[in-house]
């Protein structure tokens, strides 16, 4: 068995070990959608001749970093004639003078490269912010989308560049993140089909970022989008995935809000027991939060998120006196910058109140909730949601003059702003 001497002069040309090779490569195979398997041991056997023919994808790998064919590295395909080994200090001798004096040898890959660092991590996130604060306030529409889609973008083509691991999984998770917004303007506005390709799309992303965050996150809007279609089961499945992601255990924050969804599932099935009990774990959970860092696509959740979703709970478990109760609390704590999230929860508000008989008083509700969203489009959740607003308030109170009043409110609102959509 042959020492490979090739690849060994060109490890030290590099200067690379072992162990920062077999990075090198990982990161290679991963930005070319495989798993990072290359370890000291898989490195070793190529510096000892064990395998002289690595697999095609790690042969990929290795021309990308070294910038020369597989064969110049000292492998050959298993029958092929074994090329002649030559003494050390020739190999290295000829490396060095055509790196410097010729073109017929190819300058290394990974030093002609430009590289890429943390500033452009940097500002990708400060970008990935700016998308936050502008959904916070509008809510989910397609420029928001596309925005987000030209994030994510930018964050994968940068993986072109000469980059150490760390950086790579940055900008992987900075892609996730950018592609999980794109997904939940969608959901926001209704665009089912399109939502569930982005978050298949960040979830793929997410994995090889290795981040449970940007996981959890998914999950998050997977269960949001599962509520959506109807698909309860699927819901209460995908919060119990957010649940088992690492950054729950780390996190009572982010625990609480996978209980929460988990509640809203069970809440949906009429599990009226595991919901309630799914509410108290996410109580508990938030109780236990402390200030720190977090990413700004979870600032939106707190006690006043909480109370709202909880009024969702008990809305869809038939307690409108007791979601009426959880929508006033959340109303009186929701942040004012907030203005799709407190509109939505004034909706919710507003079912409550129709669904004990008082239609005078949701109506006027359902006004404070047009005026919320006063100069910006309706997103498509609150379009829904005050439609069936609207079915139920002909249902319960068809012939009341305040009930055809607010339908010719409604139908007007609901025109101007479907042509502000276009």
């Known amino acids: 068995m042959a020492e490979n001497f090739r690849l060994r002069v060109h490890m030290d040309e590099h200067g690379l070990q072992q162990s920062v090779l077999a990075d090198r490569v990982n990161d290679g195979l991963r930005s070319a959608g495989h798993k990072g398997t290359v370890g000291d041991r898989t490195v070793r056997n190529w510096l000892t001749g064990k395998t002289r023919w690595p697999h095609q994808r790690q042969r990929d790998a290795l021309t990308a970093v070294f910038g020369c064919t597989p064969s110049c590295l000292g492998f050959h395909p298993p029958g092929a004639p074994e090329p002649p080994q030559e003494d050390t200090d020739v190999i290295r001798r000829r490396f ?11 300058v290394p890959l990974i030093a002609a490269r430009p590289a890429v660092g943390t500033s452009d991590v940097i500002r990708l996130r400060n970008g990935m912010d700016a ?6 306030s509008k809510g989910g529409h397609v420029a928001l989308e596309r925005a987000a889609l030209s994030g994510a973008a930018e964050a994968v083509g940068l993986q072109g560049k000469a980059a150490s691991q760390t950086i790579r999984q940055r900008l992987f998770s900075i892609a996730a993140n950018y592609t999980a917004t794109a997904a939940w303007s969608c959901i926001d506005a209704r665009q089912l089909d399109r939502a569930q390709t982005h978050l298949n799309e ?3 992303l997410a994995g090889m970022a290795q981040d449970p965050m940007a996981q959890m996150r998914v999950w998050n809007s997977t269960a949001i989008l599962a509520h959506q279609r109807g698909e309860y089961g699927e819901g209460v499945a995908a919060a119990q995935a957010a649940q088992a992601t690492v950054i729950t255990r780390r996190d009572p924050l982010f625990s609480s809000l996978a209980h929460a969804r988990t509640a809203i599932g069970h809440a949906q099935q009429g599990e009226r027991q595991s919901a309630i009990r799914s509410l108290g774990y996410a109580e508990e959970s938030l109780s236990k939060t402390q200030d720190q ?19 969702i709970v008990r809305e869809l478990l038939g307690e409108p006196a007791e979601a009426e109760a959880a929508s006033h609390r959340a109303l009186s704590a929701l942040p004012k910058e907030y203005r799709r999230n407190r509109a939505m929860a004034t909706a919710h508000l507003a079912l409550a109140q129709l669904h004990q008989g008082d239609a005078e008083q949701a109506c006027g509700s359902t006004e404070d909730a047009f005026h919320l969203m006063s100069g910006s489009e309706l997103p498509g959740r609150l379009r829904v949601l005050l439609g069936d607003f609207y079915r139920d308030l002909l249902t319960l109170a068809p012939s009341t003059h305040i009930a055809r009043e607010w339908a010719d409110r409604y139908r007007n609102e609901w025109s101007t702003r479907e042509h502000g959509n276009r």
């Not at 060095?96 to 190819?106: M, P, R, S």
């Not at 860092?293 to 009024?311: I, K, N, S, T």
């Open 202 to 204: 960040a979830l793929r």
């Open 131 to 136: 998308l936050t604060a502008l959904d916070q």
């Open 96 to 106: 060095c003078t055509a790196t410097v004096g010729t073109a017929a040898t190819a």
């Open 293 to 311: 860092p977090r990413p700004g696509w979870v600032a939106f959740y707190g006690p006043a998120e909480l109370h709202a979703l909880a009024a």
